[in-house]
């Protein structure tokens, strides 16, 4: 059995332990209610310590019984737990789905820059190339076009002309 199933067995058994034992020993078998809320405890405390005291609110609406009250309790709880958890996995998602968009743009970035890099060198060799054979003035630099004769002068003529163009990232 590995470290985390004995871990996971431990924490079982003390939750299970924490629903049984309170009634196993028979605690609150002496109230009337066992197990109510703190809320009606606390009223119950307050009214004993001072018999006169009103509540300011009441209850916009009150449960018929005390299970009713729980079931409504457990409830609210449930659909807490449920936001929560949707919320928290919700952004783990998109912090996950960031991590790995930056980490394919990172991919992608260092194979078009050293597709980028031999693509402007080869350009630019054949730019003055072909600006020293044909005597051309039109050459506009490392874009690799050339006035009148239309080369483009990618590496490839597959590549794009931003592929060929694109300033090297780091």
């Known amino acids: 059995m590995s470290r985390n199933a004995k871990i996971n067995a431990l924490l079982l058994f003390v939750v299970a332990a924490l629903a049984v034992l309170p009634l196993a020993l028979g ?4 109230k009337e209610e066992p197990f109510t809320g703190a809320d009606s405890e606390a009223e119950t405390a307050i009214t004993e310590i001072r018999p006169d005291y009103e ?9 018929p019984s005390g299970e009713i009250e729980s079931a409504l309790f457990a409830l ?8 929560l958890a949707y919320y928290f996995g919700l952004h783990r998602g998109r912090r996950q789905g960031e991590l790995r968009a930056l980490a394919q743009r990172d991919t992608t970035t260092s194979t078009t820059s050293t597709t980028s ?17 044909t005597g051309n003035e039109g050459t506009t630099g490392t874009t690799g076009t050339t006035g009148t004769t239309g080369t483009t002068g990618r590496a490839h003529p597959s590549e794009s002309a931003s592929e060929a163009s694109a300033p090297e990232r780091t």
């Open 117 to 133: 890099t031999a693509a402007k060198t080869s350009t630019t060799a054949r730019t003055s190339q072909s600006t020293e054979n």
């Open 27 to 30: 605690l609150g078998d002496h």
């Open 55 to 63: 509540p300011w609110f009441s209850p916009l609406y009150e449960p």
């Open 76 to 83: 609210q709880a449930a659909l807490g737990a449920g936001v």
